[in-house]
């Protein structure tokens, strides 16, 4: 049995249009998370409903633990222009909660009272 090689032409044409599908597929997935987000926020979920919401799993950001000088630490090493709604809202809200993936960070903003009252997505 002959096993047929790619030319080099021909694999670079099969690796951009993988690229494109990924890349389409992502941003469906970011809109969906937009979307669900969005609901989120404008139903008023508190962080004790999250899960029933969303399968996602946060770590806490919370004033006054070292989590919350984590964050900080890490505001610091960043430049002054980037992740302004995360910095507004450092100085806002107690609480802080945080997901990562390979493409994107989410950062939900919850108040006093639990209730999430903001979010910012980042790519990285």
Known sequence: ???ERLRPAHALRVLCLGLAFATTL???AEAEHRAALDAI???GVTEAQLPTRLNIRFEVRQRGEP???ALLTFLA???QGNF???REAVKKYPRILYH???WQMTWLFVDEEGVVRGYFLSSQ
């Open 77 to 79: 090493r960043e430049p």
């Open 26 to 28: 992502g941003g469906c």
């Open 41 to 43: 926020v404008r139903e």
């Open 100 to 102: 990562t993936t390979a």
């Open 84 to 86: 302004g709604p995360l």
């Open 67 to 69: 989590s919350w000088d």
């Open 1 to 3: 049995m002959n096993a």
